[in-house]
């Protein structure tokens, strides 16, 4: 804290004015124009150098140098272009290593306004930054520049700093008025003031016509163009509103609104900068809340509309229009200073706080408050969707990047928006903060982390879209949704080829198409020869299929899974035909049973009948690919009329993450007892030639029998294992069933971060337990497996062409116990750990052949 000793300014006629600046001031000169500033800085510079004080320059990169290389004068060189966070977080690192009782001189803050074309975000930095300097006991000199910044920018740091001067000149005559002196008064304080021509004295201005003289040249100087009530933000919008309708079109105005919205991939800034017009960016402003970049999933779903827009004019017509709403990142990072949290997240950012000062910020953002503003446009938004149901998703700076596409690490969370205005409110800002919470998720860490973005500027954007479909009595839901590829890495037929692309698509709500669901199958369709299967049998057909749906429950305000069972009677008769798919075997059952009863899945078999309609996704997917220049992957839902018409809606467009064919793997033939595995197929990754350091190994039967308390143990149990070994060990990790699922009597349930250092990973089936890998290409979890460059097989026991050696190793090669933590003694033999030095264990994959291999080569 201060102790709050005086310390002369170089000017003794200003001290005279505030009684001496004291340890812990923050100084904010408002200013017409640097000149002014520099007077006062300078020979508080000098004196301060000459008391020998620990001086520090803190230089903002672009800005006009204000202290040359004095001698006793240290100077911080940081770049706002770096963006607000880790500008900030630089800062104030550097403000920690000189410690307490450091006197600081600051560029302009102006400066950052023109850098992040923002007040809030500039008002937010002093607000991080002014009250940690008063903790170190410090006195730091800021300027604002006069009639440049909103009001309540300007309101703010007078809220924040010690003491806000408001400075004039007129000839030579110079003049101070204290706006704000904290913590100390006299009863001319607040006056006006003028200096003498050497700075020696001053005297406060009590004579009337003084006065007058001073209060003319300050409203001379508060003249301005700049609508101060409106933050820099608007006003850069609205000029460039102002110059189109004069018929102005600059080039150089178009590009600088695409940057403050569109992020900094420059790959796909490149592509929007060839799509959207002036306008197109103006009418996007119009649906903004707050301000900041509109994030990733945001920029991906307006990038691939305009671009069936522009090129596709005849799909176009077949595309649902959009009307959705932006919160702008800068919301994100403003909720945090609001609420007080910003210190927290600075802790989040070490080495020791990461994961642990994460778990604090994730239970609070919950019972955090936005400001008024933002609140009253929040209001506004559900006025205008009336009682459609929204969705919040997710939509940060690094979401669906080239390289980087976060799939299912942020949250997306349905509004049913139901209830009364002030129903709707509370539901939608909670919708937010668990989107805002979900950023310090551990999943989301160990993403970052993986991927060296650990320590880049993340904010938190959102993009609200209206959720199509249709009221079906109590439910909503669309015909059909799913996720689009315009590459198929996972080829299980001859006749398919990978670059007709595919869908992963559901019945209902497109949920069930991004994550491993509870005992259902979502459809994989080849855009090429749509009607072909993975499964031949109708037996199968059946069993690996959709039967729930994701609904919105209108009766209870939730996102609900309801049995296409229960809800067929409800649907329209043409929905009805077109989804629903009778069970015969099922109902042949229940008829030997004396009961006859309608038993229904759904494969969407009859959509992908429609030839216009698959025709029309493969053409979508293949102009966006070729914009992009590189592969992509949709999420998109599909409503159909009983006429047989329908409508697409593009939900959202990123770069596809696939793994390259790689060179030719040679898999020479070995003797069976010293194979663990080999099939043909049932393979995603690409070519692979590794050895493998350690394989572990959950025992299918074993799992299968164990109690649900064990079966999440055993999860937890493998992320510790996981985690200690770290990501350069190369770890074969095999196990029953579907790894990530929600339901553990489908598979193991870990989550990403506790499987992220694996390099291959298995599905075996298990029989005994209908037990099955899915080989869910278009999954949330396949984008893991990709990202990280994991290799993955499923292993069907007893299926031509696939051979599984379940007692390879010897059973007292097993060293779990040396290696599990003493809580996890109990899992021995359920769960197995070997590390096979003599002979070498190596696992090849061959992407021609379709051939892969485990063994002693």
Known sequence: MSTFERVPSGLPGFDKIVDFIRMGDNVVWQTDDIAEYSYFLRPFVRHASGDGRNLIYIHFEGHPRLIGEEEGVKTFTFHPDAGFETFTVDVHAAITREGRGAFYVFDTLSELQTAWASDLMMGNFFRVICPYLFDLNTVAFFCLLRNRHSLDAVARIRDTTQLLLDVFHSGEALYVHPLKVWNRYSKTMFLPSKLTADGNDSYPLTDAVECAGFFQLANASGGSEVDCSLDNWDRVFLKVQNELSLGIHSEESRKRLLSLLIGKDPGIYAIAETQFSTKDILRLKERIIGSGPIGGKAVGMLLARKIIENRLPEIQKRIEMHDSFFIGADVFYSFLVKNGWWML??????????????????????????????????????????????????????????????????????????????????????????????TMDTSALAYRRQRGLDQKDEQMAILVQRVSGSHLDDIFMPTAAGVGYSHNSYVWNEHIDPAAGMLRIVAGLGTRAVARTESDYPRIAALDNPGLMPVASEEDKARFAQKHLDVLDLKHNVLAAKPLDEVAPSLPAFLRDLLCVHDEAAEEYYRRGGTAKDVYYTNCGKILENASFVSDMRTILETLQNLYDYPVDIEFTVNFSAGGDYMINMLQCRPLQIRGRGANVDIPHLPDDRIFFRLKGNTMGGGFNQRIDYALVVDPALYYNSDLRTKYKAARCIGKINRSLGAKSKILLIGPGRWGTSSPELGVPVNFSEISNIAAICEVSFQGGHILPELSFGSHFFQDLVETGMFYAAIFEGKEECFYNSAFFPEESDIFREIAEEADADLAGLVRFYKPENPVLTLKSDVLSGISACGYF
């Open 345 to 438: 997240r600075l802790k989040q950012k070490t080495e020791e706080g990461y994961y642990p000062v994460a778990e604090q910020l994730r239970e609070k953002i919950p019972n955090g408050e936005f400001p008024e503003h933002i609140r009253e446009q929040f209001r506004r938004m559900l006025a205008y969707f009336g009682q459609s149901p929204i969705i919040a998703r997710s939509s940060s700076l690094l979401e669906d990047s080239f390289g980087n596409a976060f799939a299912g690490k942020y949250e997306s969370v349905f509004c049913v928006n139901a209830g009364s205005p002030e129903h709707r409110l509370y539901a939608f800002e909670t919708a937010v903060k668990q989107v805002f919470a979900s």
